[in-house]
């Protein structure tokens, strides 16, 4: 089951800031948190993970917080190609048995 | 690079019929998922395989589904008998190995069952 707790949906207007937040209070030491996206008729997509330290790549940031019972994927200038289910994800490290747990993520429309 | 190939994209059928998936993954990824995924959810985990062996198919209902993956490259799922309920988008994902390596799926195929 997921161990993740997200909005269902959001919305952010073109151009600014899309901030979903995601809680994931019982989250394990080994435990990584992941985001995925899946935009309309398509499989999901890696977005960015981390496990303690923020991390920025050329889609997102990812803030976690000190205690990483939750974080915020931000992404920075949101277009209208962002529009998607995003999944926040939390994963044991280094086991064999790779499964995600995919809640039902948070709905984003971006507006023109 | 090429990316994780499915097909069909879209298959109907009748109920108590069978049906089979087929799926490429990318080249040189060990680790292979068939996820299942009905409207309005998130995917779920069917089957793991890890080369040509199963490492996870608890979710499995092995009743009707089955999947195999011959010489640890593409992978078949197949229902059979085919329920209303297994109405959903099948997706199709590979790893370089399993652990935290990126998962990176296919487009899916839509099954309808009437």
């Known amino acids: 089951d997921a161990k993740t707790t997200q909005p269902t949906s959001m919305d952010c207007a073109e151009g600014r800031a899309a901030n979903l937040p995601c809680n994931h209070s019982t989250i394990s030491g080994n435990e990584y948190v992941y985001w995925y996206r899946q935009i309309h008729s398509q499989g999901p997509q890696y977005i960015i993970h981390g496990l303690k330290n923020n991390e920025t790549n050329e889609m997102a940031s990812l803030i976690i917080t000190e205690d990483r019972k939750s974080s915020t994927l931000i992404l920075p200038h949101a277009t209208l190609r962002d529009t998607a289910v995003y999944y926040c994800?939390?994963?044991?490290?280094?086991?064999?048995?790779?499964?995600?747990?995919f809640g039902r993520g948070t709905q984003l429309t971006v507006w023109p | 690079e090429a990316g994780v190939a499915q097909s069909p994209r879209y298959k109907i059928i009748e109920k108590r019929q069978s049906v089979a998936f087929w799926c490429n993954p990318i080249s040189g990824h060990a680790t292979l998922y068939w996820y299942q995924q009905i409207l309005g959810q998130g995917p779920k985990l069917l089957i793991q395989?890890?080369?040509?062996?199963?490492?996870?198919d608890s979710q499995l209902p092995k009743d009707r589904f089955s999947a195999e993956r011959l010489k640890g490259v593409d992978s078949t799922l197949k229902i059979q008998p085919a329920k209303l309920e297994d109405s959903a988008v099948y997706l199709c994902a590979s790893q370089t190995s399993g652990g935290t390596d990126t998962q990176y799926f296919g487009p899916g195929t839509r099954l309808t069952v009437l």
């Open positions: 994800i939390v994963r044991v490290e280094g086991s064999t048995l790779g499964r995600l747990y």
């Open positions: 395989f890890q080369n040509n062996g199963v490492v996870d």
